[in-house]
């Protein structure tokens, strides 16, 4: 039976391991901005889908009618919203051709709703290179003119960005920076973009620029149609197809305010976590308990020790060390990103919210009660392993 010494130098070790990961992704995670200007840049539709917007479509149409670029289109198709998303868009087309609007068609039983939108902004845009992209995001005027150079530079089928994600209210500041940390802290970036395994990637949803040939030999979005991570499983299907996905840091060009209030965090990530890790219960709950271990137990430690409760000094010493490592971890990430790092004390609630909408994903889902934006989301197969 293993000790619990034993366990926590077993944990110690891990976050070493994520620690090199993390500084060593400091060099290999790019960033937009650092690459050569091609020769020719290609024609660009850049794909927006708007369902119940009003608050956010006109700073994303506006950043993105701004685009430094010398030949795109945008279209933006609305997915049957019942607030000022249309109103909002006919206004700004009247004064700029360049923006199309589409009006989406009813919603198949078979399709979930953002995934028939994109595929309808798919079949209708005429350019060489497909930019999907959220009417939450916020584009600087010259990212799509640096994320062509990098696809170019990268020969990439698909390059996807990890925007910077906006955080205002105190729920968002504790919660949203896990997303970024866990990108550049956990995924070996260089070796992600190495080897061919589909399981070794990670997709934004937020900014998926295809090369119009690769999103067409995958399937496009009629592939995933009924898979609410869809981004993962169209970054998936690029490497299955051996075609090449490269993951860039989009945070200085991107940015994205996806929730304003927990119940909106708590909705959105519960609709598609337990879909992020393939709907297997066992591995699921493992991985979760695993994290949760990783980061809580060493805090735990030292409250049990500071309510009186017996603590071993060598199991102190243990935690106070993994404690310090995952500050060290976590100030990495928090720096690079830009988020105050004041918020690293509340990495203990940060884990443990995280843990709980997890577990709810995981529930809603067996369940088939995810839902999104008034829709009820298709139940995906569920296996225990």
Same mark, same amino acid.
């Given at each position: 039976?293993?000790?619990?010494?034993?366990?926590?130098?077993?944990?110690?070790?891990?976050?070493?391991?994520?620690?090199?990961?993390?500084?060593?992704?400091?060099?290999?995670?790019?960033?937009?901005?650092?690459?050569?200007?091609?020769?020719?840049?290609?024609?660009?539709?850049?794909?927006? $889908?708007?369902?119940?917007?009003?608050?956010?479509?006109?700073?994303?149409?506006?950043?993105?009618?701004?685009?430094?670029?010398?030949?795109?289109?945008?279209?933006?198709?609305?997915?049957?919203?019942?607030?000022?998303?249309?109103?909002?868009?006919?206004?700004?087309?009247?004064?700029?051709?360049?923006?199309?609007?589409?009006?989406?068609?009813?919603? $198949?039983?078979?399709?979930? &709703?953002?995934?028939?939108?994109?595929?309808?902004?798919?079949?209708?845009?005429?350019? *060489?290179?497909?930019?999907?992209?959220?009417?939450?995001?916020?584009?600087?005027?010259?990212?799509?003119?640096?994320?062509?150079?990098?696809?170019?530079?990268?020969?990439?089928?698909?390059?996807?960005?990890?925007?910077?994600?906006?955080?205002?209210?105190?729920? *968002?500041?504790?919660?949203?920076?896990?997303?970024?940390?866990?990108?550049?802290?956990?995924?070996?970036?260089?070796?992600?973009?190495?080897?061919?395994?589909?399981?070794?990637?990670?997709?934004?949803?937020?900014?998926?620029?295809?090369?119009?040939?690769?999103?067409?030999?995958?399937?496009?979005?009629?592939?995933?149609?009924?898979?609410?991570?869809?981004?993962?499983?169209?970054?998936?299907?690029?490497?299955?197809?051996?075609?090449?996905?490269?993951?860039?840091?989009?945070?200085?060009?991107?940015?994205?305010?996806?929730?304003?209030?927990?119940?909106?965090?708590?909705? &959105?990530?519960?609709?598609?976590?337990?879909?992020?890790?393939?709907?297997?219960?066992?591995?699921?709950?493992?991985?979760?308990?695993?994290?949760?271990?990783?980061?809580?137990? $060493?805090?735990?430690?030292?409250?049990?020790?500071?309510? &009186?409760?017996?603590?071993?000094?060598?199991?102190?010493?243990?935690?106070?060390?993994?404690?310090?490592?995952?500050?060290?971890?976590?100030?990495?990430?928090?720096?690079?990103?830009?988020?105050?790092?004041?918020?690293?004390?509340?990495?203990?609630?940060?884990?443990?919210?995280?843990?709980?909408?997890?577990?709810?994903?995981?529930?809603?889902?067996?369940?088939?009660?995810?839902?999104?934006? &008034?829709?009820?989301?298709?139940?995906?197969?569920?296996?225990?392993?």
């Amino acid at each position: 039976m293993i000790s619990s010494s034993m366990l926590q130098i077993t944990m110690i070790l891990i976050l070493l391991v994520l620690l090199i990961i993390s500084l060593t992704n400091l060099r290999n995670f790019r960033k937009l901005g650092n690459y050569p200007s091609p020769d020719h840049y290609p024609f660009v539709s850049i794909l927006v $889908p708007a369902r119940n917007e009003e608050g956010k479509i006109s700073s994303c149409i506006n950043s993105l009618l701004a685009q430094n670029y010398p030949d795109f289109e945008i279209i933006v198709l609305l997915d049957h919203s019942k607030d000022r998303t249309e109103n909002i868009l006919q206004e700004i087309a009247a004064k700029n051709k360049r923006l199309r609007i589409l009006t989406g068609k009813p919603l $198949p039983s078979v399709w979930l &709703g953002k995934h028939w939108a994109c595929h309808q902004l798919a079949q209708a845009a005429k350019g *060489e290179l497909l930019l999907f992209t959220d009417a939450d995001t916020v584009h600087k005027p010259d990212s799509l003119r640096e994320s062509v150079a990098a696809m170019i530079a990268e020969n990439a089928d698909l390059l996807t960005a990890l925007p910077k994600e906006k955080v205002s209210s105190l729920s *968002e500041k504790i919660i949203l920076p896990l997303m970024p940390f866990g990108v550049s802290s956990i995924l070996p970036i260089k070796i992600a973009h190495s080897v061919k395994s589909p399981l070794l990637s990670i997709t934004i949803g937020q900014f998926m620029l295809f090369k119009r040939k690769a999103y067409e030999k995958i399937g496009g979005y009629s592939a995933v149609r009924d898979n609410i991570a869809d981004d993962m499983a169209m970054g998936r299907r690029i490497k299955a197809n051996g075609l090449r996905l490269f993951l860039v840091d989009g945070s200085e060009y991107i940015s994205c305010h996806m929730y304003d209030t927990y119940s909106q965090i708590s909705e &959105g990530f519960s609709k598609n976590l337990f879909s992020v890790f393939g709907c297997k219960i066992i591995p699921y709950i493992l991985i979760w308990v695993f994290i949760a271990l990783i980061f809580l137990n $060493p805090l735990s430690n030292l409250i049990l020790k500071i309510a &009186g409760i017996y603590v071993s000094g060598e199991s102190i010493k243990l935690s106070i060390a993994a404690i310090f490592l995952t500050i060290l971890l976590f100030g990495n990430a928090y720096k690079r990103f830009n988020y105050p790092l004041i918020y690293i004390l509340f990495y203990p609630i940060c884990v443990s919210l995280w843990f709980i909408m997890a577990m709810n994903s995981m529930i809603l889902t067996i369940l088939g009660k995810t839902t999104w934006k &008034g829709r009820r989301l298709i139940k995906p197969v569920v296996r225990w392993f």
